[in-house]
Nanobody
Framework: QVQLVESGGGLVQTGGSLRLSCVVS????????MGWFRQAPGKEREFVAA????????YYADSVRGRFSISRDNAKNTVYLQMNTLKPEDTAVYHC??????????????WGKGTQVTVSS
């Protein structure tokens, strides 16, 4: 059974930083491209960042490029999202998911609970 457990969210001021983590179980994590997505209140879920299984290919949404950094530790079945210079518009629930190879499209219909990030102005 697949499980995605996100953590690390919280309340920060504009310009602050947070590091999110997502632990994956029930899949061969080291073979999966992984991504981060977010959903703000009243909006559709959107892509944030993705990294290939080997870590050699990385994609970022234009809105976060230069501020966010995705990384992974295959030994720990964990993907990370370092978020710097946070803005109020980054406020959302953040989720991880496997992504279809070479794309930014979520692979699974299952989603974890996510972790809430709130950036105050």
């Amino acid at each position: 059974q697949v499980q995605l457990v996100e953590s690390g969210g919280g309340l920060v001021q504009t310009g602050g930083s947070l590091r999110l983590s997502c632990v994956v179980s029930g899949r061969t994590f080291s073979s999966d491209d992984m991504g981060w997505f977010r959903q703000a209140p009243g909006k559709e879920r959107e892509f944030v960042a993705a990294m290939s299984a080997s870590g050699s290919v990385i994609y970022y949404a234009d809105s976060v490029r230069g501020r966010f950094s995705i990384s992974r530790d295959n030994a720990k079945n964990t993907v990370y999202l370092q978020m710097n210079t946070l803005k109020p518009e980054d406020t959302a629930v953040y989720h991880c998911n496997a992504v279809r190879f070479g794309t930014t499209v979520p692979r699974m219909s299952y989603w974890g609970k996510g972790t809430q990030v709130t950036v105050s102005s």
